[in-house]
């Protein structure tokens, strides 16, 4: 199985500030990556995938970049509604697996 | 608009059997793969298995093969995730997705379904 490692665990950032998430694969992966947002309570939504595409209607201040087993997701300026946990999915092989999760908080 | 839509919560005692289910919406439900992700408390998410309704063509994941079935049913555009004999580590939020068409991402997603088995 491909292990996908998220760090950090927890982010405490300020509103404005630019916030960015890594994805550290066990394998090569291509660019099979995919990011989701879950705010508490919520299911997971579908920010980016194919490691940088956004997914529609999901806002600019978002971004995606890496290939092979490094990837980062990118809140550019962070706002009071991106407070959740992220989850990086690996699809380049099965069993599909995911990070851990990085909880975004505001300081 | 695509909706997926699952059952309510469930509250069972171990041992028992559980059918949960998810119903597809808004788009044409055999034409795209369903994904069953499990997210136990305060924990990630993990991938259990996917179904083409199509066919019912299901794969499953190693660590849930034998413990649970996928199933479709797609006259009445549902997928179902089923139990035979619960256990109170089944504890959890499962939740159903769309697979993209080609690649598997899941782009849609269900609100989720409790389950909580008491031993």
């Known amino acids: 199985d491909i292990q996908m490692t998220q760090s950090p665990s927890t982010l405490s950032a300020s509103v404005g500030d630019r916030v960015t998430i890594t994805c550290r694969a066990s394998q090569t992966i291509s660019s099979w990556l995919a990011w989701y947002q879950q705010k508490p309570g919520k299911a997971p939504k579908l920010l980016i995938y194919?490691?940088?595409s956004l997914e529609s209607g999901v806002p600019s201040r978002f971004s995606g970049s890496g290939s092979g087993t490094e990837f980062t997701l990118t809140i550019i300026s962070l706002q009071p509604d991106d407070i959740a946990t992220y989850f990086c999915?690996?699809?380049?092989?099965?069993?599909?697996?995911f990070g851990g999760g990085t909880k975004v908080e505001i300081k | 608009e695509v909706q997926l839509v699952q059952s309510g919560g469930e509250v069972r005692k171990s041992g028992e059997s559980l059918k949960i289910s998810c119903k597809g919406s808004g788009y044409t439900f055999t034409n795209y793969w369903i994904g069953w992700v499990r997210q136990m408390p305060g924990k990630g998410l993990e991938w259990m298995g996917t179904i083409y309704p199509g066919d019912s063509d299901t794969t499953y994941s190693p660590s849930f093969q034998g413990q649970v079935t996928i199933s479709a049913d797609k006259s009445v555009s549902t997928a179902y995730l089923q139990w035979n004999s619960l256990k109170a580590s089944d504890t959890a939020v499962y939740y159903c997705?769309?697979?993209?068409?080609?690649?598997?991402?899941?782009?849609?997603w269900g609100q989720g379904t409790l389950v909580t088995v008491s031993s």
């Open positions: 999915q690996q699809y380049s092989s099965r069993p599909l697996t």
């Open positions: 997705a769309r697979r993209a068409t080609s690649y598997e991402y899941f782009d849609q």
């Open positions: 194919k490691s940088s």
